[in-house]
């Protein structure tokens, strides 16, 4: 027979890693849908440049600004421990995440910076729209070569 | 194994040496520019436009070019391979007339690896909004994220075959005291018919 106090402590102790294991797929559900709006602003910024859009000031203006607003946001906060690509199928997150944190963060910041002045350079015409665009995308290979897997 | 004395014959014509020269210079600047190049990748896709280019002339040299760059003439039956592989082992020249039986699944491995690798990197998408390949928006994202995958891969497998390649050319040089490298700059090889 198994005591009942056995029964009591195995569910308290089973209850922490049940809650874990919902942090850390909220965790990368989060980031992943922060990576989406990132791709459609961008998407927004490239589909004008490519003439694929027609130049919209306005809507420029708004997507860069988006861009800035979610620069402003921790995202680093959302790789959580547990969460890497060896951790979890749906996870593209590279360990080297949690093993280099402050490079990590540094590149996320390298974004935010990218994305400063954003709003005010797409102003002015389609042909405004390259340069900030080579400058954000930058940013992101620069994270998605060290930190994303695809391979 | 008989046949005459060896002797010089052109058995690589000019357009063959020229695309191999071309080919070689390309890929290994595609390659450092894959993996330590800006993050403007421009260049990247006019040098990858031009490897494609390459690879269509090769298809079709392949079946109009001369004898010796067709692959019907040179891609052999596993019962020659086999026999050149034994041939192969031991140090002196052989003298070959072309691409030889083990030589031939080099360069069949070497072209299906480029073809591959600049298909996939067609249809790739890094997610970064300006290196997309231009094909990427006509499959859907999970295919063009398996392009990246293998795109990524095949970078790995042209180092290995191209450092395989440089080492077998080396061990013909060194252990078999023939010199391969020579013919391809200006066609003329010592061979033997046989
Ligand atoms: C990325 C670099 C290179 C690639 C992708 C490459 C690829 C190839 C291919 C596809 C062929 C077959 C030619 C044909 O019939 O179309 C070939 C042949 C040859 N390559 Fe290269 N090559 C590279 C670099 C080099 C270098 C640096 C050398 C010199 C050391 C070299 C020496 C040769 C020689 C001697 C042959 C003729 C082999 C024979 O006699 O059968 N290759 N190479
Ligand atoms: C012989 C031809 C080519 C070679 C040797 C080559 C090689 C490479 C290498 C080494 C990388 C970096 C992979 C890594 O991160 O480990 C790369 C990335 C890439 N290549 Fe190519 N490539 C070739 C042709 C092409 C072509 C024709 C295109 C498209 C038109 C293309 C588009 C791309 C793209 C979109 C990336 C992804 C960049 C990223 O991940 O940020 N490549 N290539």
């Not at chain 1, 569910?11 to 849908?33: C, F, I, M, S, Y």
């Amino acid at each position: 027979m198994i005591p009942v106090k056995a029964i009591a402590l195995a569910a308290a102790l089973a209850l922490p890693t049940l809650a874990a294991a919902q942090d850390a797929k909220d965790a990368v559900e989060a980031r992943h849908g922060f990576m989406k709006m990132l791709g459609i602003n961008m998407g927004q910024l490239a589909g004008m440049a490519k003439g694929e859009i027609a130049y919209d000031e306005a809507a420029a203006t708004l997507a860069a600004a988006n861009i800035v607003a979610l620069t402003q946001y921790d995202a680093p906060a959302l790789f959580v421990e547990g969460t890497s690509s060896e951790d979890m199928p749906e996870s593209e997150a590279l360990p080297a995440i949690w093993e280099n944190p402050d490079d990590f963060r540094a590149s996320f910041v390298a974004l935010r910076e990218a994305a400063a002045g954003s709003p005010d350079a797409v102003k002015g015409g389609q042909g405004n729209l390259g340069p900030v665009l080579q400058k954000l995308g930058g940013a992101c290979k620069n994270c998605h070569d060290d930190y994303r897997k695809d391979d | 194994m008989a046949g005459g004395a060896a002797h010089r014959e052109r058995i690589w014509d000019p357009a063959l040496r020229v695309f191999h020269w071309t080919l070689a210079v390309l890929v290994i600047a595609n390659w450092l520019l894959g993996k330590i190049g800006p993050s403007d990748m421009t260049l990247h896709f006019w040098l990858g436009y031009g490897v494609i280019a390459l690879l269509v002339f090769r298809l079709v040299w392949g079946f109009v070019g001369p004898a010796t760059a067709r692959f019907t003439r040179f891609v052999r039956g596993p019962r020659a391979v086999v026999s050149y592989a034994r041939e192969m082992i031991h140090p002196h020249p052989t003298y070959w007339p072309g691409h030889s039986p083990v030589g031939a699944l080099a360069v069949v491995a070497m072209l299906g690896v480029l073809a591959l690798q600049v298909t996939t990197g067609l249809f790739a998408d890094p997610d970064d909004y300006i290196n997309v390949g231009p094909l990427a928006s006509t499959v859907s994202s999970e295919t063009s994220r398996m392009a990246l995958r293998w795109h990524n891969r095949g970078a790995d497998l042209i180092l290995i075959l191209v450092l395989l390649h440089w080492a077998v050319i080396l061990f013909y040089r060194l252990w078999k005291r023939e010199d391969l490298v020579r013919p391809m700059i200006d066609g003329w090889k010592w061979v033997r018919r046989r």
